[in-house]
Every structure is written in structure tokens, then in C-alpha cells.
């Protein structure tokens, strides 16, 4: 389950640069919100897209590459509290696209559904095997 944990957020460091990319793209106009209902440069451009300065998408990179170490280091807890902020976050994230911006990402989505699956098999792991395996002494 680590290993399937650990590829899902792989996948989400390079949603996350892909979206990073979006961030530093060139400036894009305003869209017509009432015929399009997708730009990620528009989305990653918003006021909405940094924390203190910092790109949402790097906060992202971060995330999920401490995601990848908890998962091969087997710390079920800590992974699972993680990827609860991480959800809780995105779902935040969703919900400004939803109601404020009005226009959706493809790589804030994907990003949702990988932290969703993250989320999942992290519980999973905890609750099917909540002990880690200890070698037989010699």
C-alpha cells in the first residue's frame, strides 16, 4: 500500500510544477467566464494562488513530497494526519474556484483527486494494518 500511496504522490509533485508553470506563464486576460468554465492560468494567476508570497503550487510540491517519505518510511499516522490537511486544503482550494474565481483548473482537480485517493489508502493502511511487520529475531 506504501508504494501505491508513494506513485500517487509522485503524480501529484508533477501536477503540482505543472500548475507552478501556470503560475509563471505568461500574464493571461481575463476570460469569458460564461463560455469557458477551464483555465489554469487564470486560476493559478488569481490573487488566490499564493500564501504569504509563496505559490500554492509549491506548498503542493512540499505536500506531497512529505507524503512520498511517510509512506516509505511506513508512518501511517503521520501520513494520514498530512493528507487530511492536504484534503482539507484542496477542497478549501475547490471551493474558491467554485464560488469566488468561477472557473476551474485541470490541475487544481487533478491535484483533489489524487489527495482524495492519497487520503483513502492512507486510512487504509492504517486500519487494515496498523502494526508495521517485524522481522522473526535471529
Not at 494567476?45 to 509512506?71: D, F, K, N, R, T
Not at 477542497?91 to 482524495?116: F, G, N, P, Q, R
Request: charged letters at 10%; one cysteine or more.
Amino acid at each position: 500500500m506504501r508504494y501505491v500511496i508513494a506513485v500517487l504522490a509522485i503524480a501529484g509533485i508533477a501536477v503540482s510544477f505543472l500548475a507552478l508553470a501556470e503560475h509563471y506563464a505568461s500574464p493571461v486576460m481575463p476570460i469569458d467566464v460564461v463560455h469557458s468554465n477551464w483555465n489554469s492560468a487564470y486560476v493559478n494567476q488569481s490573487p488566490y494562488a499564493e500564501v504569504h508570497g509563496i505559490p500554492v503550487a509549491v506548498l503542493g510540491i512540499a505536500g506531497y513530497a512529505l507524503l512520498v517519505v511517510l509512506a516509505l518510511l511506513r508512518r501511517r499516522v503521520l501520513m494520514v494526519y498530512f493528507a487530511g490537511i492536504g484534503l482539507a486544503y484542496a477542497l478549501y482550494l475547490t471551493d474558491i474556484e467554485a464560488h469566488v474565481l468561477h472557473v476551474w483548473c485541470v490541475y487544481c482537480v487533478s491535484s483533489l483527486i489524487l489527495i482524495i485517493l492519497i487520503t483513502f489508502f492512507a486510512f487504509g493502511a492504517l486500519i487494515f494494518d496498523p502494526t508495521p511487520r517485524r522481522l522473526p529475531k535471529s
